[in-house]
Nanobody, 125 residues
Framework: VQLQASGGGLVRAGGSLRLSCAAS????????MGWFRQAPGKEREFVAA????????TYADSVKGRFTLARDNAKNAVSLQMNSLKPEDTAVYYC???????????????????WGQGTLVTVSS
């Protein structure tokens, strides 16, 4: 199983970026898929995830109203549209997928088994 993330880059505060993650090796329509991020010197933190396709999306308070997660089961992919970016959004962003089907949206990294390689997002002030 592989998760391939892309779309990171350098953007000014207030700008937008769209991250994409394509999964291969198995489908995740019944599992949770989402995004985490890790800033230098900090622990990996939850950004957004959907527990299973169509279940609704959970967002971290820090990104609510600015970030939008979308799943495409036909492509076995998940994306993260990031608007109104702030310097504090600077981090390596990781897509993740669980191996289990949860009734809730897992927000702990420990509940995700599969991880992409990470893509760097840098927001300048």
């Amino acid at each position: 199983v592989q998760l391939q993330a892309s779309g990171g880059g350098l953007v000014r505060a207030g700008g937008s970026l769209r991250l994409s993650c394509a999964a291969s090796g198995r489908t995740f329509s019944s599992q949770s898929m989402g995004w985490f991020r890790q800033a230098p010197g900090k622990e990996r933190e939850f950004v957004a995830a959907e527990s299973w396709s169509g279940a609704g999306t959970t967002y971290a308070d820090s990104v609510k109203g600015r970030f939008t997660l979308a799943r495409d089961n036909a492509k076995n992919a998940v994306s993260l549209q990031m608007n109104s970016l702030k310097p504090e959004d600077t981090a390596v962003y990781y897509c993740a997928a669980s191996s289990m089907a949860f009734r809730y949206t897992p927000v702990s990294p420990n509940e995700y088994r599969f991880w992409g390689q990470g893509t760097l997002v840098t927001v300048s002030s």
